[in-house]
């Protein structure tokens, strides 16, 4: 089955600094990358994904790049605010039930 | 418009007692999944459905049931809870339309068994 990494495990940055995520997958019929955002006793919740068939993807402060030949993708965050904090997981979707297998996630730290 | 939601949200068992947890859906999606959310290890899948009527077997399905008697709804069962079943449950659902990947989640069950 697929299987997913995620590092680093922690991240500490300044408000205002960037934030780089990364991934690797292993099951390259992958074809579906979503990041999620979950803060301290909530529920998962999407904030950017990308399609295999597309490098990169853009939504104002957060980007994802997708590497297939490589089997990796990022997450950047760009002008980190504290509320940012949060752990962030990747995930790599497989299958005709796109069951989603995550990362083990990062925890990121915004500080002032 | 509810989404995914969870029933119950919180939980204390005691080793060996049974329960079911209820993942109910208002959006007419096909396909649901129940996780597990430990510390450190992300959520990792225990079943899925594809569809009314069907489940199939995730990453750590054992110790678990599921029925998906209506589209609506996933039920996950623990026949016998024991310790290592304390964990945070998730259920998600999305469409089946190939070109509609968002998985959206419930609010989460927190269970701890005793």
């Known amino acids: 089955g697929e299987n997913v990494e995620q590092h680093p495990s922690t991240l500490s940055v300044q408000e205002g600094d960037s934030a780089v995520i990364k991934c690797t997958y292993s099951?390259?019929?992958?074809?579906?990358f979503p990041w999620y955002k979950q803060e301290l006793g909530k529920r998962p919740q999407l904030i950017i994904d990308i399609r295999s068939n597309v490098g990169e993807k853009k939504d104002q402060r957060i980007a994802v790049t997708l590497n297939k030949t490589a089997k990796h993708f990022s997450l950047h965050i760009t002008e980190t605010q504290p509320e940012d904090s949060a752990v962030y997981f990747c995930?790599?979707?497989?299958?005709?039930?796109?069951?989603?297998?995550f990362g083990t996630g990062t925890r990121l730290q915004v500080t002032l | 418009n509810a989404g995914v939601t969870q029933t119950p949200k919180f939980r204390v068992l005691k080793t060996g007692q049974s329960m079911t947890l209820l993942c109910a859906q208002d959006?007419?999606?096909?396909?649901m999944y129940w996780y597990r959310q430990d510390p450190g290890m992300g959520l990792r899948l225990i079943h899925y459905s594809v569809g009314e009527g069907t489940t199939a077997k995730g990453e750590v399905p054992d110790g678990y049931n599921v029925s998906r008697l209506k589209k609506q709804n996933f039920l996950l069962g623990l026949e016998s809870a024991a310790p290592s079943q304390t964990s945070v449950y998730f259920c998600a659902s999305r469409t089946g339309h190939s070109q509609l990947f968002e998985a959206f989640f419930g609010q989460g069950t927190r269970l701890t068994v005793v």
């Open positions: 959006m007419n999606h096909e396909y």
């Open positions: 995930a790599a979707s497989t299958g005709t039930a796109s069951k989603l297998t």
């Open positions: 099951d390259s019929a992958s074809n579906y």
